[in-house]
């Protein structure tokens, strides 16, 4: 590959790979730019997070390596950089690296990688920043207020009253991070919404690249905070999906007595009790269609937003040079099994399944599906095989070029994900391979689901007589996995995590389930 490739990397926050609904005959969500891209490259249909968590996904894309390798295990924990990401190796070879939107992928910023831009520690909130204001100023716009139509936190909780994150109200985000358990509709135009304000910045940029005569490559990369909740989103895009569209996703009403208690775990309100998720529901379908509906709504905004930066592209020539990644860290668990609104420490195809598709001309012929398995873990490998170079060390991703432009290349048979625990104590291993999924979980039951027969994953068929071979072989196959890539965590190792921070104020509310 050339040194000179440009490389814009789009990371939308917390989606989902195929939509609620949409495979049992739901709306399909609307992605033009999405797809545009993939017309015009290469649509993986397999491809999963390596942990469905921010923080240790984000740490995941930066340097090739699994959770467990990094030390970025779950959120906050700030584990120290041990090893070069892709950005130091960017800059090495004469990248300029610029970074707009999210981090939330350990200690620091962007800033301290090698990057110009936009970025501000741990999750945060962008709607509270300098930048923001100067654009909502530069562009004569008022700041975004939403009017919330659903809250799945308790409304009674301090922050919520203080806040006034109420239903029924006009809100503005105000918080620390923008991640509010809630749903509402903008009454302030769209481009009031943080993705059309990181955008512009990315478009900014781009234009000023163009007009300096770029005499370095670069690589752009947006991280969006949406469409993670909130749900925000203007009326524009909620008419793309009327509620009663929405049909009641397969796995909403099951029992889950054949699934490990991970999945029982919830801390949403009205929806849990004590830590546990309320079953069945207390709250009524129709509930979940309009929060689903902005959901879909906000993911079509983004895909609004980045079209901006797509046609930025093409308006200063940077399209032929320019390899296009347009991703997600992780899926969402909105409405699935039992009626959950964010995710935990559960492993279903809702949480593990997301999109990506690469753009990226001359090199990457148009118009193609690939169900190979990939993952983001692939990712940085892949921007440094585009830029001419590799990371000096061993790293467990591989790059995805060869599978976008070469017939007959030798991959993977499997692929595993790991989750360390998401507000309580646990550990649990995916393996994906052909048509099946096996899910260890530590101490807890094991999952084996037949996704071309199941794929809402309802019967778990880890107990049928008929499938022990298989079963065996996936073990197998994931004990190989932990073993080349020196997974060794134990329960000592998390419980001190855990226990730093509950002494540092950090998730308090989290819970032992060993």
Request: aromatic share 12%; glycine share 6%; charged share 25%.
């Amino acid at each position: 590959m050339s040194k000179d490739s440009n490389i814009i990397f789009i990371l939308n926050d917390h989606e989902t790979y195929y939509g609620h609904g949409e495979m049992a005959g739901g709306p399909k969500i609307h992605r033009p730019n999405f797809k545009r891209l993939a017309k015009e490259g290469i649509e993986f249909t397999r491809a999963y997070t390596v942990c469905p968590l921010c923080g240790p996904a984000r740490r995941t894309m930066l340097t090739g390596l699994f959770p467990h390798t990094h030390g970025e295990i779950i959120n906050d924990v700030n584990h120290p950089f041990e090893n070069k990401t892709y950005l130091e190796k960017l800059a090495e070879v004469g990248y300029k690296n610029y970074y707009y939107g999210k981090w939330h992928a350990g200690p620091g910023t962007a800033f301290d990688h090698h990057c110009e831009g936009m970025s501000y520690p741990a999750y945060n909130n962008p709607y509270t920043k300098p930048e923001y204001k100067e654009y909502l100023k530069k562009h004569g716009l008022p700041n975004i207020q939403v009017r919330i139509t659903h809250l799945f936190q308790d409304p009674d909780l301090p922050y919520a009253k203080d806040s006034g994150l109420q239903i029924g109200k006009v809100y503005s985000p105000n918080g620390p991070g923008v991640n509010e358990h809630a749903a509402g509709i903008m009454i302030t135009p769209k481009e009031t919404h943080e993705a059309f304000f990181l955008a512009n910045l990315a478009c900014e940029k781009l234009k000023e690249l163009a007009e300096s005569g770029n005499e370095h490559p670069f690589h752009l990369r947006v991280d969006f905070w949406g469409p993670h909740h909130p749900y925000f989103a203007t009326q524009e895009f909620l008419d793309f999906y009327p509620p009663e569209t929405i049909p009641e996703y397969p796995n909403f009403r099951v029992n889950l007595n054949n699934k490990p208690e991970i999945y029982k775990f919830d801390i949403n309100h009205p929806i849990s009790k004590n830590g546990r998720l309320i079953m069945p529901s207390p709250l009524p379908w129709s509930d979940y269609q309009e929060t689903l509906a902005l959901s879909y709504a906000q993911i079509t905004l983004i895909d609004k937003a980045v079209g901006k930066i797509i046609d930025t592209l093409e308006e200063f020539g940077f399209v032929e040079n320019t390899l296009v990644l347009w991703s997600t860290d992780h899926g969402d668990a909105l409405a699935c099994h039992g009626g959950h609104f964010a995710k935990a420490s559960y492993m279903p195809e809702e949480m593990i399944h997301v999109p990506l598709v690469i753009r990226y001309p001359n090199m990457i012929p148009a118009g193609q599906k690939n169900d190979k398995l990939v993952s983001n873990l692939d990712f940085a490998p892949t921007f440094l095989n585009a830029a001419g170079t590799s990371f000096s060390k061993t790293v467990q991703g591989k790059s995805l070029l060869p599978l976008c432009s070469e017939n007959d290349v030798e991959w993977r048979e499997d692929l595993m994900c790991e989750t360390n625990g998401c507000f309580i104590n646990y550990l649990g291993r995916a393996l994906l391979k052909d048509r099946y999924k096996y899910v260890w979980n530590y101490k807890d039951m094991d999952e084996l689901y037949d996704l071309k027969e199941d794929p809402y994953e309802l019967i778990n068929l880890i107990h049928d007589e008929k499938f022990f071979d298989i079963i065996e072989d996936m073990k197998i196959r994931l004990n190989k996995w932990r073993e080349e890539t020196g997974d060794t965590l134990t329960k000592i190792k998390i419980m001190k995590i855990r226990r730093k921070k509950i002494k540092d104020g950090i998730d308090e509310h989290m819970t032992p389930i060993f």
